[in-house]
């Protein structure tokens, strides 16, 4: 019996031995790997990286395009707190119109895409493009969500400057995550205790349009 045994253990040690040789695949027909998932993720998020940058940059290079020195001179004197414009005329068809493009662009693109443009509209503080991603968000409340809601509130930290950008953030925007429930009226509590002004603007306007219904 245990030379039997032996020549079992023997014969499983070669076969063992012979299958170690076997060239290894690197996918196993039928298993699905979590890692191969990441790989995924990791290759497309810069490729929407590449797109929000792309598409910040076609917004910045039309406005310097279009840039009036001129206008901005003239509304300069409604913002005390300084009025950093390209004084791009927001009546022109092109305007209007390149700027339903890129939106239709980076929406195709995905709710991270849109967000990464908007951030980098954003931090510079230039009027127009914080107005940009103020309306790029605004279009898509179907995808508002406590993140978010997050990722706004930290726009106050890097380009939102002047009371007309906070009244139509609020106006457009920080109204619907209330009356559609995303977050409850404590997810402002902390804003009322910022540090910047803006951000402790956008409290009480947010609430004045609730009030008056023009945040549906």
Known sequence: ????IAHKIGDECAISGRASKLPSFPYDHGFHRPEEDNQVKEKAA????????QIAGEIRA??????DPERVRKYARYFVEGYDAYGVDHKLPE????RKEWLRRVKRAGLEALLDTCDLLVRPGKYEE???AILFVADWPEEYSPDVFARIGRWFEEGI??????????GQILGKFLTRGIVDIAAFQPWVASTLKYQRRAVP????????GSCD
């Not at 305007?95 to 390149?98: K, L, R």
């Open 130 to 132: 914080v107005f940009t």
């Open 205 to 212: 306007v947010t609430l004045i349009g609730l009030v008056k």
């Open 95 to 98: 305007w209007d119109a390149s």
């Open 1 to 4: 019996d245990e030379s039997r």
């Open 161 to 170: 400057g002047n009371w007309a950008q906070v009244d139509t953030l609020a």
């Open 46 to 53: 810069p490729a929407k990286l590449k797109i929000s940058k």
């Open 62 to 67: 039309f406005c310097e395009a279009h840039a």
